[in-house]
Each structure stands twice: as C-alpha cells, then as structure tokens.
C-alpha cells in the first residue's frame, strides 16, 4: 500500500491499477484497516480509500478489525411512508407476515440458515454463526432500538452528513 496524490501522478496511478493480478482469496479488511490508519496520519479535509477486488475474498474466515463497542448500535429496519401504509394496508401486513416467517425459519432452521447466509455471502459458515450472534432479528421496535436510531441521527448531523436536527420518534406509527 503506498499512498498517491492521483491529481500530481496520475501515470504511476493507471500503471500501478494496470499492474494488479486478480486471482482470488485476498485478504481485504488488514489492507483497509492498514490504508484507515496511515490516512489518520494526514492532514488533508478529503481523505479516500481507492478499493480493488475481482470480488474473491478469502475462504477461511474473517478477520475483524473492530467491532463497534461504544459506537453506535447498528439497527436493520424495514420501513414504509405512512402515506404508503395507509394506502396499501394489505401489502404492509403481507410484508409483516412474511418477516414473521423468515424469522421462524431462521430461528427453527439455524444450521440451514447459516449454509443459506454463508453461501449467498459467500462467506465462512464459522464467520458467519460468530457474526449472527451480533444481530437481533425481532421484529419489535424496543425503545432501545429508537435510541441507536437517534444516536445514528445525531452522529449524521455531526458529521455532516444531514443538514438539520431530526428526531426519529416522527418515524413512527401505532
């Protein structure tokens, strides 16, 4: 990994790019986190990380390079405009019914599920039982779950990612 100021070197940029063999099982996340750590180091405003895969990650797991602790809890939603619930009420029950179902398969099918999981991601099915531990698939809406939301509001607002204030409770309906 070498940094490069593609704006004052754009030859060496197109023949390092051409240079690169793809031959599957690289392994991505140490290379990101190493190109992550030596951007901290530079004093620009624009930072970016150039990523190039053929897609073939390596078979024998993953590595993890951190996992979140103290940041914001990550929250997987499925969400609808009230102007679409209240015209298509019967479509919003059909797509609760079918959560309920995957939910129940996955709970009453754990072994095939994590085949399913791993095989669709093509990821290890180790990593992929050790990962599905991290996740809540409820389909409740805990009062924890509205405050990680907020936190994810908030953590836009301060990054400039979203120009106002919002409060999620708006999201909501009985």
Not at 31 to 53: C, F, G, R, Y
Not at 139 to 149: N, P
């Amino acid at each position: 990994m070498e940094p490069c100021n593609v704006t004052e070197n754009k030859d060496a940029l197109t023949n390092a790019i051409g240079s690169i063999q793809a031959d599957g099982g690289t392994s991505i996340l140490p290379a990101l986190k190493m190109a992550v750590d030596a951007m901290k180091e530079e004093n620009t405003k624009q930072k970016h990380i150039l990523l190039l895969t053929d897609g073939q990650a390596e078979q024998s797991g993953y590595h993890l390079v951190t996992d979140g602790e103290g940041m914001i809890d990550a929250s997987i939603a499925v969400a609808v405009t009230g102007e679409f619930a209240e015209n298509y009420p019967q479509l919003v029950e059909t797509l609760k019914e079918a959560q309920g179902t995957i939910s129940d398969f996955m709970e009453n099918h754990y072994e095939e599920t994590m085949e399913i999981v791993a095989q669709e991601l093509d990821l290890d099915a180790e990593a992929v039982k050790e990962m599905y531990t991290a996740y809540d698939f409820s389909t409740d809406v805990t009062e924890s779950d509205i405050a990680g939301l907020q936190k994810t509001a908030d953590f836009m607002l301060e990054a400039e990612m979203i120009d106002s204030a919002f409060d999620v409770n708006t999201l909501f309906t009985e």
